[in-house]
């Protein structure tokens, strides 16, 4: 016969169905809210990568947290995280300083892309699904009205969510996240004076030639195209320093 005890002692131990404890709650809450620190390092980053913050130009902790309505210690935490990143510099005893682009800083970030993104392209054409295909189709469709110079931040946007999506469509998020740091640290370049008038229509015929090789499938194709993107947007900045 069943102890008694026993039996009472497993049905407490055991918990109803349906119920979440509130350790659990709040781990779950925890996951889906970004942290202060996380809140802070994204809206100031958004402010350095649209020129809000200009190249240059000298910053002050505590005027960034009266900006953004966040205490001190996670907008510090996001400062020194952006520091590691290269886009902010902190001088002692002085402030913040928003890193300037030099053209040596440019050639890199585009030489590191030289070396991740062929890949990606590469891994997209392998991988790529019909649905992938028909969202690249309408990026590259949808960019082609804008290739204006007075559209370029239109076409930044657009030009931004393809290169997202080939990394997406390649299935691999390690590499797409080196991608994305590289991509972050280029984006600055689209608020440069170096764009020439035929420069999008540049640009869109190459997104043209690389959404084809992806969407045959063609892996060398994709790479190639992609490696001839980059090449190319570099010898255009160093073409209009000259």
């Not at 020439?196 to 499938?217: M, P, Y």
Request: glycine share 6%; aromatic share 4%; hydrophobic share 40%.
């Amino acid at each position: 016969m069943p102890n008694k005890k026993s039996s009472a002692a497993g049905k407490r131990a055991t918990p109803a169905k349906g119920r979440v404890s509130g350790s659990a709650l709040g781990r779950a809450n925890a996951a889906r809210e970004p942290s202060l620190s996380e809140q802070a390092y994204e809206a100031i980053k958004a402010r350095i990568l649209s020129l809000e913050y200009q190249p240059g130009q000298i910053l002050n902790e505590a005027v960034i947290c009266e900006a953004l309505g966040i205490g001190r210690t996670p907008v510090h935490q996001a400062v020194h995280r952006l520091s590691s990143e290269g886009l902010i510099e902190i001088i002692p005893r002085k402030g913040l300083i928003v890193r300037p682009d030099s053209l040596n800083e440019i050639v890199c970030v585009l030489e590191g892309r030289e070396v991740v993104e062929p890949y990606i392209a590469g891994l997209a054409a392998e991988r790529i699904t019909s649905d992938g295909a028909e969202r690249l189709k309408k990026l590259v469709q949808e960019s082609a009205k804008f290739v204006d110079q007075k559209y370029r931040r239109q076409y930044m946007d657009i030009d931004r969510e393809f290169h997202k999506l080939i990394a997406s469509v390649a299935d691999n998020p390690i590499i797409a996240e080196f991608m994305r740091t590289l991509h972050e640290r280029s984006i600055r370049i689209w608020h440069m004076r170096w764009w020439q008038e035929h420069d999008l229509q540049v640009t869109q015929a190459e997104h043209v030639a690389l959404l084809e090789a992806i969407t045959r499938r063609d892996r060398p194709g994709a790479e190639k195209a992609m490696r001839s993107h980059i090449e190319s947007l570099r010898a255009r900045i160093l073409r209009s320093v000259r």
